[in-house]
């Protein structure tokens, strides 16, 4: 992971970087609460993705340098206490990506929110993933996962998904010349529907099912006297009743 952190380093990462913290920018501003957390490693340079979010108290965690240091799939984080929770690229390093989104849904807050980050495969970022994932290189090497994918995994846990974006419509070429070019067409690209995005960037919410209370069924009173008959009214009681009416 630390590999993909100087990734955001280079020129092309630089300009992933500044796209996704523009992407990123509304999302965050709308989350409260008191805790934030974040899993992955802080990508290389000056920008601070954590900024936009109101939440005081925010922490980067992961098998990371520059983090707190932790497995992904066994957080030190009591159950029901934190407010948001951003998996930076967490999935793709993750080594049991169901068991760190179990992990999420543990630590995470009725309906609290998650931010997901992770590279999409159906996208020029994926053409590269898979012509070039085999000789190692960060972070072609890593695993994609489609946001369909991601989707789903959150809709078994009960999850939201509130909003799609993503960024990186452009092939990740990385020359000094080409950059002001890939930028324009970058922005372009992104306002036109049904272009995948290199990174995708979802934003779901933690559901709890309300819990309806059934209603008691109470026992009926048993009889009394059971077997024995009540006598009815007579007939001079009957009169005298009639005669009380008139």
């Not at 989350?31 to 920008?47: D, K, R, V």
């Not at 070429?173 to 049904?194: E, S």
Request: proline letters at 8%; charged letters at 20%; one cysteine or more.
């Amino acid at each position: 992971m630390r590999a993909l952190a100087a990734w955001y380093g280079h020129a092309v990462g630089r300009r992933t970087l500044q796209a996704l913290d523009r992407m990123l920018e509304p999302g965050l501003a709308r989350a409260f609460g008191y805790h934030a957390l974040w899993l992955g490693q802080p990508p290389a340079g000056s920008i601070d993705l954590s900024r936009h979010a109101p939440i005081r108290h925010q922490v980067w965690m992961g098998p990371v340098a520059g983090a707190a240091r932790c497995r992904f799939e066994a957080l030190p984080v009591a159950a029901e206490s934190v407010d948001l929770v951003v998996l930076f690229h967490a999935l793709e390093v993750s080594e049991d990506p169901h068991a760190l989104l179990r992990e999420v849904d543990r630590v995470l807050v009725p309906e609290g929110q998650l931010v997901i980050v992770h590279f999409h495969p159906w996208s020029w970022y994926g053409l590269w993933h898979a012509t070039t994932g085999m000789l190692g290189r960060m972070p072609w090497c890593l695993p994609f996962y489609s946001r369909q994918r991601v989707a789903d995994w959150l809709g078994l846990l009960g999850y939201a998904c509130e909003a799609r974006s993503g960024i990186g419509f452009v092939p990740p070429l990385g020359g000094r010349r080409l950059q002001p070019l890939l930028v324009r067409l970058d922005g372009l690209l992104a306002r036109r529907p049904g272009w995948m995005p290199g990174i995708s960037v979802l934003r779901a919410r933690k559901q709890v099912a309300a819990v309806r209370p059934l209603p008691l069924a109470w026992a009926r009173p048993r009889r009394l006297l059971s077997g024995v008959k009540i006598a009815g009214p007579t007939t001079r009681s009957g009169n005298r009743v009639a005669r009380l009416r008139r």
